[in-house]
């Protein structure tokens, strides 16, 4: 009996979901995709299990170590997907070798991550995306900020906010500063947890010529507009650094035409634990969450490691951390329910007329639930009857 019970319960990090829960997810997911769609996205499915050289650390994707890894019955080490975008890499190397034209593609589906450090996170995710590769103008990165925005809306929500940043920045900064290649990972995760202090003795303790330890600290300041991004372009003088902030001054001025302005800021110490991110790089942000309920950014060198030279950039939106928002904002129906369910009973003589309206109303688009009357349910007056609910 005790065993019966313990395969009722699933492992840690895994959920079931069902009922209105799932439906609202379905209906969420479902806006998120058909915004997508009225961009030109085209669908994709990429398999659940890849090969483990996908996912390498060449590539700049997850830590061997919070991979699901098996093996198939040749021994190739195959992993579950922890991201979308190198699947979707592949996928695009593979059977658009030749293709220059700009390529959609949107996607939904589990993401895998097998970490000890839960934090409320599951292992299992549920993610819904976009990539457009063989686009690498400034106008392709404001079409996706501007199709997040709208997705995010579709979703439900009209309190958010994307921050905006660009990896080349602090690369260039790096670069002009004589900083090696240790030293970097190690600033890179301060400053991209806001980490000033720890920064700052970093610098010191590397003797960063003072000039570059002031740009270094000010990174973490948020800019509103393209005029306060100018005002740092202004003090800047690596050739690197200058042309992300070109980059993202241009990008403020294409996001004021999509009207999604508002929604943006820049944070030039926004950096990302994915190494094959090369340029715009972005997040979204709500109230309710600590989580970021999207991210993004391009990637122009990733699709090179699947034999196809192509720019490309792209977002996730994790599914989850997007719905635990909503209902912390109180933007979930009090009902999830389907309102306009009609319950029709039957009886043994009178099935086939009621067949007959159940089928009706289903023909309409309506949903009908036919339940049978029993003897117990005709004594105690209980059954229901015929209407919405």
Known sequence: MRKKQELVHTPEGVRDSYGPEYQLQLTVTDSIRRTMKSYGFEDLKTPTFEFFDVFSSQIG????????????????????????????ARCTAKYYAEESRPIRFCYQGSAFSNTSDLQGKLKESTQAGAELMNDPSVYADAEMIALLTECLQAAGLSRFQITVGNVEYFRGLCEAAGIGEETEEELREYISGKNYFAAEDLLRSEEIAPEYRELFLQITNYRKNDAELQEVLDRTKNPGARRALERLISLHLLLKE?????FVSYDLSLLSKYHYYTGVIFKGYTYGVGEAIASGGRYDRLLSHFGKDAAAIGFMIPV???????????LLPADLQQSDIVRLTYREDNYAEVLGKARALRAQGRCAVMIRETEQDAASGSAAEEGGV
């Open 320 to 330: 989850d951390i997007l719905l635990e928002a909503m209902k912390r904002q109180n």
């Open 258 to 262: 999509y009207g999604v302005e508002k």
């Open 61 to 88: 994707t997850t830590p061997s170590r919070e991979l699901y890894k098996f093996f198939d019955k040749e021994g190739n080490t195959l992993v579950l997907r922890p991201d979308f975008t190198p699947s979707v």
